[in-house]
């Protein structure tokens, strides 16, 4: 069972602090407490094969006015829903709740606070975003690829195709030429047969691609995009509920319709958060 981080756990102390969260396998460090560089510390982390990272994200403890809740800074600014996630259940450990709670953070890449259900006794998370800010299409080898914009992260849906690196750059070349690069930009390589899908993530300021073990943005995209599909996404209002399994786990996602509209999308599961350790060096 997962128990959650006592407060004395939290980032009190002269060096920062780590705490892994494993989210569907998609590996998160969440670093509290002073840091001089934050892309040379994130890099850091990254690199080192034995954490397993694939992102990390930095903590900021609310200081009265000026910040009323907690906040995470993703090292690329972008948005990310299995950190929010992660973050939420963290916070809760830190608050010192226990069982079912709705804890309201703050996120890069994402305007204003948003919720995230937690369950300290299971170790599950589940974060609320709204619906996507644009929904289009680009042209790519004589086929239409679904683009799904978010606050911070946008993601390209690519049924059928086989997961490569290669293909990436050609989809990244296409968005940069019809607007502004986002903070992130996913390729979902979505499996429909096998109702499974891949994930490559590429953040803009951290200069990084990685096929991510699970991607709770991309499964809110793909969920969007399913349903559409839907027979009934146009009567009323309807509920869409998604199990997307990815290379590191599944993710449950809901998706909330309105008249043909997504309003919310929520991306759900269990999280498990390591002991924490100090980080030495890189301190301010």
């Given amino acids: 069972m997962h128990k959650p981080l006592k407060a004395e756990s939290s980032i009190n102390g002269s060096s920062p602090e780590l705490v892994i969260a494993d ?15 934050r892309a040379a510390l994130a890099h850091r982390i990254m690199a080192d094969k034995a954490l397993k990272v694939e992102q990390v994200g930095f903590v900021t403890e609310p200081d009265g006015e000026a910040q009323k809740l907690w906040r995470l800074e993703m090292s690329g ?3 990310c829903g299995n950190a929010a996630r992660s973050f939420g259940l963290y916070v809760a450990g830190l608050s010192g ?14 305007k204003g606070s948003i ?20 929904e289009k299409a680009i042209e790519y080898e004589g086929r239409s690829l679904p683009v799904i914009v978010f606050d911070g992260i946008t993601h390209v849906i690519a049924p ?28 979902l390589f979505w499996d429909e047969e096998g109702r499974q899908m891949i994930p490559l993530v590429y953040v803009y300021a951290a200069e990084t691609l990685v096929f991510e073990s699970s991607c709770g943005s991309g499964s809110a995209a793909l969920g969007a995009w399913l349903s559409r599909n839907a027979a ?29 509209l997504v309003r919310s999308v929520s991306i759900g599961g269990k999280v498990t958060l390591a002991k924490a350790a100090r980080i030495t060096g890189l301190v301010r």
């Avoid at 309807?238 to 449950?252: A, D």
């Fill in 97 to 110: 709740l226990s069982g079912k709670h709705t804890v309201f953070i703050e996120i890069s890449g994402m």
């Fill in 23 to 37: 989210p569907a396998g998609n590996i998160t460090a969440l670093v509290s407490g002073p840091v001089a560089d």
């Fill in 115 to 134: 919720p995230v259900r937690v369950d300290t006794e299971t170790g599950t998370a589940e974060v609320e975003m709204p619906g996507p800010a644009a």
């Fill in 160 to 187: 059928g195709f086989k997961p490569a690196e290669k293909m990436f750059y050609g989809v990244k070349e296409i968005i940069e030429a019809e607007a502004p690069p986002p903070e992130a930009l996913g390729l």
């Fill in 232 to 260: 009934d996404s146009g009567k009323g209002r309807v509920e869409h509920c998604f199990s997307l399994r990815q290379p590191g786990g599944t993710i449950e996602t809901r998706v909330n319709m309105e008249h043909g």
């Fill in 77 to 79: 600014g972008e948005f």
